[in-house]
């Protein structure tokens, strides 16, 4: 009996040889799933981006046209655990996700600019007047 003990532990022994490479991969796969998970989900540690509404006569817009209707936006960064923070799970509705506030971390917000982009909108009061 003694015998069949040894000779199961040895055969283990030399399965967990033979599969080393697998058993080390499993390990760092399972780690890796288990710490994204705890930065995305729990931690909420990313940042979005995001489009929100523009006035384009008062800043400098980025546009986007589909047929007879024109959509004025800007582009907003900022990081997740201060928008669900000051929204709450209704960030749609929420004006405090389409401001960068004080304690706002990596928050930035970005208009069009003329030099980079040829999509812009900026109507001054000169336009309106002219039109």
């Known amino acids: 009996m003694m015998y069949n003990r040894k000779y199961n532990y040895m055969k283990t022994k ?45 800043e400098s817009c980025f546009m986007s046209c589909e047929a007879d209707s024109c959509i004025y936006y800007k582009k907003i960064q900022k990081y997740a655990l201060n928008v669900y923070t000051e929204c709450g799970n209704n960030i749609t509705n929420c004006y405090q996700a389409s401001v960068c506030l004080k304690n706002d971390k990596n928050c930035s917000i970005t208009y069009c600019n003329l030099n980079i982009d040829s999509n812009c909108e900026f109507i001054n009061n000169s336009r309106i007047q002219n039109n």
Do not use: G, W
């Not at 399965?15 to 390990?27: K, Q, V």
């Open 14 to 58: 030399q399965h967990f040889y033979n599969h080393i490479f697998f058993y080390i991969i499993s390990f760092f796969l399972l780690v890796t799933i288990f710490n994204s998970f705890y930065r995305f989900i729990i931690k909420n540690d990313y940042i979005v981006y995001y489009e929100d509404k523009c006035d384009p006569y008062t």
